[in-house]
């Protein structure tokens, strides 16, 4: 054994998270990702992309593709993430996220990636005629993490898997290249009752812009009517809420939308339902769409003021995509280093 103990990253904390840019953003999002690059963009130095360069590893329109980019910037700005503080950009912006990509596809092994459930879930039946780039997205979101050394990802839930796949490349590059504490080891920030937003069809499937009833999702650019009508016919059970959470636990329903208030007011489920318990869902879920319409109407009438100049958010773009390759850059010539690829002398 070896007296020397292992290094371990000594970097600035880096926050850096990603959405992708292929359609309308919904409450999921938001509570899962969104409200978290807000709250962290006081802590540390944030990286917030719009993840284009995942998207079109399922078909997107060539024609709409910039506009659903421009969309996503805007309901980061609406909610509130300040882009003095946090660098917004586009992906496809940033070459040295394909550049390392291509040396992780080199590093991550075909069983990791085998694992990897949300493949298995976005391929379907037909496996054989899924494009390359959805079998490897994983590794790529390893690279967008990476190339900033960012040491803290907010996400839902359904990307915890990525995250531990993110933190085995990063373990075998350091071990591989003998460059121990090279890259972190990056915690994933996955917390509180927004980490998983159900879809309000059905309380066992996540809430998801793949789905084909809209009604199973709120989208953020919904008006009033539209959410207010979507939380009245939200599947429920005929029981009052219950006074403990354990109660909850066999109702998934009900305990998905008792979650999404908790999220909204900034609570705990436990603390929401001291507040509803004994109540039937005739009383709760107006309070849920008065609560849904305070929170997020403002936040699409400020995307809509905002999509109507896309100069202006393509000006903010621009500072991002700046700010972002300032950090990119010098990480993947140090790894092409490490690697050993070719460089004139000097
Ligand atoms: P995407 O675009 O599917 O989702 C964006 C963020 O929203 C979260 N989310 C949810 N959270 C709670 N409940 C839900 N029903 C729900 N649906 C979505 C996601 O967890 C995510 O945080 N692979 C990523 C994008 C990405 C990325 C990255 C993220 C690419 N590179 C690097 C972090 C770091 C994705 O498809 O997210």
Redesign the pocket.
């Known amino acids: 054994m070896s007296d020397t103990p292992p290094v371990v990253y000594a970097g600035p904390k880096r926050i850096?998270?990603?959405?992708?840019t292929s359609g309308q953003l919904h409450l999921?999002?938001y509570?899962?990702?969104i409200v978290k690059f807000v709250r962290l963009q006081e802590e540390a130095e944030c990286f917030y992309f719009l993840?284009d360069m995942?998207a079109i590893t399922v078909w997107q329109d060539p024609d709409k593709l910039a506009d659903q980019m421009r969309e996503v910037a805007a309901a980061f700005i609406a909610s509130g993430v300040d882009p003095a503080k946090a660098a917004i950009f586009p992906q496809s912006a940033v070459p040295e996220h394909a550049e390392l990509a291509w040396i992780f596809n080199c590093v991550a092994r075909l069983g990791w990636l085998d694992r990897m459930t949300q493949f298995k879930e976005k391929s379907g039946q037909h496996k054989e005629r899924s494009s390359v780039g959805l079998y490897t997205y994983p590794v790529?979101?390893a690279a967008?993490?990476l190339v900033y050394k960012a040491t803290h990802?907010p996400?839902?839930?359904?990307?915890k898997q990525?995250l531990e796949l993110t933190r085995d490349i990063a373990q075998k590059f350091n071990n591989d290249f003998g460059a121990q504490g090279f890259f972190p080891i990056t915690e994933p920030v996955i917390e509180g009752p927004?980490?998983?937003?159900?879809s309000l069809r059905d309380g066992a499937a996540?809430?998801?812009k793949s789905d084909p009833s809209d009604n199973s999702r709120i989208n953020l650019l919904d008006d009033a009517d539209a959410m207010a009508t979507k939380i009245r016919k939200a599947k429920t059970d005929p029981e009052p809420l219950p006074e403990t959470l354990d109660e909850l636990k066999a109702r998934p329903e009900a305990d998905n939308l008792v979650g999404i208030y908790a999220a909204l007011s900034g609570v705990t489920k436990a603390q929401a339902l001291t507040e509803f318990a004994g109540k039937g869902f005739g009383a709760f879920k107006p309070a849920l769409a008065d609560l849904t319409v305070a929170k997020l109407g403002p936040i699409g009438a400020e995307m809509r003021r905002l999509l109507a100049d896309p100069a202006e958010i393509d000006r903010v773009l621009k500072i991002g995509v700046e700010k972002a390759r300032a950090v990119a850059a010098p990480v993947v010539a140090d790894t092409k280093r490490l690697v050993g690829f070719w460089s004139p002398k000097p």
């Open positions: 850096l998270s990603g959405v992708q999921g999002n509570l899962g990702a993840a995942h790529l979101q967008d993490i990802v996400v839902g839930e359904d990307q990525h927004g980490a998983r937003i159900m996540k809430m998801s």
